[in-house]
């Protein structure tokens, strides 16, 4: 399983960025797929998370309204369309795939996630 975590950079408070996960080694499909982040000082949370068809999406409070999670199937990606950013935004963005394949809900506490990318990190300052 390799996740690859891409698209973070130094953005200016109310600029915009696009993530991207792209995944090889396993069957893309069948998994849930979600964002966490790590600020410094911090522990790492939950951001965002779509499960295998799209059925299920999750967004953070703190990120309602401003991110958009979504995934193309075809090109083992997933995304993470992040607008209106804030300099509380700054942080290491991880993506990671749920251990068990399938599933309806979209689950947040890191212990449901066996997989992870090495992070991009996004920063968010004038």
């Known amino acids: 399983v390799q996740l690859q975590a891409s698209g973070g950079g130094l953005v200016q408070p109310g600029g915009s960025l696009r993530l991207s996960c792209a995944a090889s080694?396993?069957?893309?499909?069948?998994?849930?797929i979600a964002w966490f982040r790590q600020a410094p000082g911090k522990e790492r949370e939950g951001v965002s998370c779509i499960t295998r068809n799209a059925g299920s999406l999750y967004y953070a409070d703190s990120v309602k309204g401003r991110f958009t999670i979504s995934r193309d199937n075809a090109k083992n990606t997933v995304y993470l369309q992040m607008n209106s950013l804030k300099p509380e935004d700054t942080a290491v963005y991880y993506c990671?795939?749920?251990?068990?394949?399938?599933?309806?809900?979209?689950?947040?506490?890191?212990?449901?996630?066996?997989?992870w990318g090495q992070g991009t990190q996004v920063t968010v300052s004038s």
């Open positions: 080694a396993f069957t893309f499909d069948l998994y849930t």
């Open positions: 990671a795939r749920r251990q068990l394949v399938g599933g309806t809900r979209c689950p947040t506490a890191e212990h449901e996630y066996g997989y």
